[in-house]
């Protein structure tokens, strides 16, 4: 593993790098930083694959302008970074909020992107109100941690998720709470026919059957849209956090539609 940062002019994104071969770059959900795939990196080096995992502006040591900002700025620090590699394309993967800014990245710069692989991608079916009251809870300081455990089973696992086991291997991570509210505001302000195809790159959409948050309705409508161009996966007893749930299942499916391009 090395750690890399990525000079943009304005803006400075923290990398970690893992692996060695074709590259896959990995844009992790609201508010998260690039360790949320530590578990699940190592899953694809074993495969042959060189990863890149993002800290967007403002998480780990990425720096950036955080006022105003659209979906748009945050594709082009990815398109930045592939730039830098001088790499003729890559494959893209957004898991939850990092979806949609990788389907912004497919289609604003769509001679830099290989693939585009989502994972839990929502965007037009939003969830129901219950849910999103349970989620919004996550984001309130004071909120105990019994309190917390049942907001976070209740809108990102499986109900048949053994949660303690997942907690266990979450706990002790940090919150980002000025780059998770950024990253909101840029989300409202980009209108979701500006990325919601994602380019024109063949696609693979990974959604959970139990994700509450991205609702399975909006992979099948991905595929709906583009039936030629848009494989899709539902896994079983799989939610929001599915890389934590069915990390293997995940992987399998993205090798196998990453086999198409060797």
Not at 10 to 23: A, D, H, P, R, Y
Not at 87 to 107: D, F, K, M, P, T
Not at 182 to 196: C, D, G, I, L, R
Not at 205 to 234: C, H, S, T, W, Y
Request: glycine fraction near 8%.
């Amino acid at each position: 593993m090395s750690i890399k940062i990525f000079d943009l002019g304005n803006v400075q994104i923290e990398t970690i790098v893992n692996g060695s071969g074709e590259l896959i770059i990995l844009l992790p959900g609201l508010g998260e930083d690039a360790t949320a795939f530590d578990n699940f990196t190592p899953l694809l080096n074993k495969k042959g694959y060189k990863t890149i995992a993002i800290n967007m502006r403002g998480i780990g040591g990425s720096k950036g302008p955080l006022e105003n900002l659209t979906l748009h700025d945050l594709a082009n620090d990815i398109a930045g970074i592939i730039k830098n590699l001088e790499e003729q394309s890559i494959h893209v993967l957004g898991w939850a909020y990092g979806n949609r800014v990788a389907r912004c990245l497919a289609e604003d710069h769509p001679d830099l992107i290989k693939s585009v692989i989502l994972l839990a991608a929502g965007g037009k079916v939003p969830p129901d109100e219950e849910t999103s009251k349970e989620f919004a809870k996550l984001w309130n300081p004071n909120l105990s941690r019994e309190e917390r455990l049942k907001a976070i089973k209740f809108s990102l696992f499986s109900y048949s998720t053994d949660m303690e086991t997942v907690i266990n291997s979450m706990s002790g991570r940090k919150t980002w709470p000025e780059a998770t509210q950024a990253q909101s505001k840029a989300n409202f302000a980009t209108p979701v026919k500006e990325w919601w195809n994602g380019g024109h790159a063949p696609m693979l959409v990974i959604q959970g059957n139990d994700d509450r948050m991205a609702v399975p309705e909006n992979g099948q409508i991905l595929k709906d849209n583009n039936p030629d161009r848009v494989k899709l996966v539902n896994i079983e007893k799989a939610g929001h956090l599915m890389v934590f749930e069915k990390p293997n299942q995940v992987v399998k499916e993205i090798i196998s539609f990453l086999s198409n391009f060797k």
